[in-house]
């Protein structure tokens, strides 16, 4: 995941090269000084090892409306496959928004304690039948958050923040 510090106001973009070669453009929301939208799921997703959300499902072939096709061939049945990786996580999307927010709270508020983590996410994923998560995993992606939005705040426009997705190892 490639996302380039664009002059604040421009239409945002990230860039998206996934392992079989094939590289997508994702348009964003509106740049700006603050880490993006887009940058913190991934941050979360990755950090949290819940692979429900957007950046997820992306990994996993999945091709949604926000993303142009730059280059690379795409495998066979790639449409085939984004449906089934998008079917498969449409209960998992509203989680991973509720998470993102919860990281992004934990981050805001230098919650280190895994207990306060706890009743945070209670009450962020209240409306959601688990509110369990990985209190150790929250507390290290909102240090991950709070790292990254100190990098992005320093680079100058057209500089970027490199990012990878973890690789699921395949059984043999």
């Known amino acids: 995941m490639t996302f380039p510090r ?9 860039i998206v090269e996934r392992s079989d ?3 997508y453009r994702v348009r964003e929301g509106v740049a700006g000084p ?13 950090g949290t090892a819940e692979d429900g959300g957007f950046w997820g499902a992306v990994a996993a072939g999945a091709v949604f409306d926000s993303m142009d096709h730059l280059d690379g061939r795409r495998p066979p049945h790639a449409q085939r ?15 991973a ?8 709270r934990v981050a805001d508020e230098r919650i280190t304690s895994t207990d306060q983590v706890a009743r945070a996410a209670e009450e962020a994923l209240s409306t959601l039948p688990d509110t369990r998560v ?12 709070r790292e990254k939005a100190r990098f992005w705040a320093a680079l100058a426009q057209g500089e970027k923040l490199v990012m990878e997705w973890p690789e699921k190892k395949r059984r043999k």
């Open 6 to 14: 664009l002059a604040d106001g421009a239409r945002s973009y990230s």
């Open 21 to 23: 070669g094939v590289r």
């Open 34 to 46: 603050s880490l993006p939208h887009d940058a913190v799921h991934f941050i979360v997703e990755r």
């Open 81 to 95: 496959r984004s449906e089934q990786a998008i079917r498969a996580r449409s209960d998992r999307l509203q989680r």
């Open 97 to 104: 928004e509720l998470m993102a927010g919860l990281v992004q």
């Open 134 to 145: 990985d209190e150790a995993k929250v507390i290290a992606a909102a240090e991950e958050l």
